[in-house]
Nanobody
Framework: QVQLAESGGGLAQAGGSLRLSCAAS????????MGWFRQAPGKEREFVAV???????RYTDSVKGRFTISRDNAKNTVYLQMNSLKPEDTAVYYC???????????????WGQGTQVTVSS
């Protein structure tokens, strides 16, 4: 069982930055891929970024060059650094964990409760 707790959301202006954190419980953090997803009002939850157990990363096209996902296995934490924020980045951001998680929401077994990110124009 893995429990995930996101933090770091809030209000930012367009062009600004936020850093999200996701703290995971358990002793096997390094054996999980970690992902970030987001869900805007009235839309389906969508993939944002993943950092695999190997440390390799993948991003959805709309955030490439602006967002950076990273992990600190010693702290059982995954981060999402979000720069050059746009109003369309406004959403609830969710952290997810799975040994083999991919870009689909059904690929992930553990989810956090989410943190709201609002970007004003």
């Amino acid at each position: 069982q893995v429990q995930l707790a996101e933090s770091g959301g809030g209000l930012a202006q367009a062009g600004g930055s936020l850093r999200l954190s996701c703290a995971a419980s358990g002793r096997t953090f390094s054996s999980y891929g970690m992902g970030w997803f987001r869900q805007a009002p009235g839309k389906e939850r969508e993939f944002v970024a993943v950092v695999r157990r190997s440390g390799s990363t993948r991003y959805t096209d709309s955030v490439k060059g602006r967002f950076t996902i990273s992990r600190d296995n010693a702290k059982n934490t995954v981060y999402l650094q979000m720069n050059s924020l746009k109003p369309e980045d406004t959403a609830v951001y969710y952290c997810a964990a799975d040994p083999f998680g991919g870009i689909g929401t059904t690929d992930w077994v553990y989810w956090g409760q989410g943190t709201q990110v609002t970007v004003s124009s």
